[in-house]
């Protein structure tokens, strides 16, 4: 496993990061409680050491699934990182999303419960929500809980650069989460505003919810209210064919390297200068054992090269829309 220092944190994290949004089960088909559990302490066991999950995610059902989880694993070498302001049920806002002070002090106590753990070592702020919340009054109660001990840094996920800028006036911002990958560059000028910044990044989306290990050939017939129809736009056409096209220059390192596809796209993201840890879904130990095999080996200067260059093809092709920091 390599390794990286996630910005002005200090810490240490593994270039791969357990991302759980799947194993919450909501809108992403049949989810198995056991096969993700072992697909976490199976990543966990290859020398993963950062974890990251909502409360969003299935309502609370991915946060007890993490918390049951890491139970018997070194707390203290162990890095947790889940979110506040995307609620639910009774009292919740139109839209689910409440960045208030209020909300984030009921918020996490509940997660700290859920995950069975007395801190939490990064506390994203979901996204901006629609209330007109102000940054000041999120901000104020991010660094309360910092203050109090029951978080170590401070994260935003979604946000834009100007909504990260307003937010660094009233607290500390240490690292951002937004979505990036070969088929999803829509973020990469907050990438590269954390960076000349000392902002840790973490990456979600890394494998393209799937398009990047190599799996989805044909265009799928999803529930249309999958999670990956609904919040990527690639998975319909015109960009499932340009995504199609990509997947060919990956198919001939991973046939050269005699190695899966999937294993190509992580290396691609891990050995990123923008990205400190990219997220990676898993939801049975196989997947989580080949991201981890990824790691073991690194592209060549002129593989990086040749898949950058079909990386900027595919920019060039499809339209940069749909940022979700602006929805």
Known sequence: MRYKVLGKTGLKVSVATVGTWAIGGS?????????????????????????????????GVSEEIVGEAI???????????????????????KGGRDISSKSIMKEIDDSLRRLGVEYIDIYHV???????TPFEDTMSAMMKLKESGKIRHIGLSNFSIEQTEECMKYGDVEVIQPPFSMIDQRERSVLEFAKQHDIGVMTYGSLGAGMLTGTIRELPDWDPKDMRFVFYDYFKEPKFSKAQKLLKSLDKIAEARQVPVAQVAVNWITAHP??????????????????CAATAWELTAEEIAVLNEAVAEYERETPADGSPTKR
């Open 71 to 93: 139970k018997g694993y070194d707390r203290e070498k162990l890095i947790v990182s889940t979110k506040c302001g995307l609620v639910w049920g009774e009292g919740a806002p």
């Open 126 to 132: 979901h996204k901006p929500d629609f209330l007109g």
């Open 27 to 59: 809108g992403w088909g049949a989810v198995d409680r056991n096969d993700s559990i072992r697909a976490i302490r199976s990543m966990l066991d290859n020398e993963v050491n950062i974890v990251d999950t909502a409360p969003i995610y299935g309502c």
């Open 274 to 291: 923008l990205v400190d840890t990219a997220l990676m879904g898993v939801r049975n130990k196989h997947e989580a054992d080949e991201n």
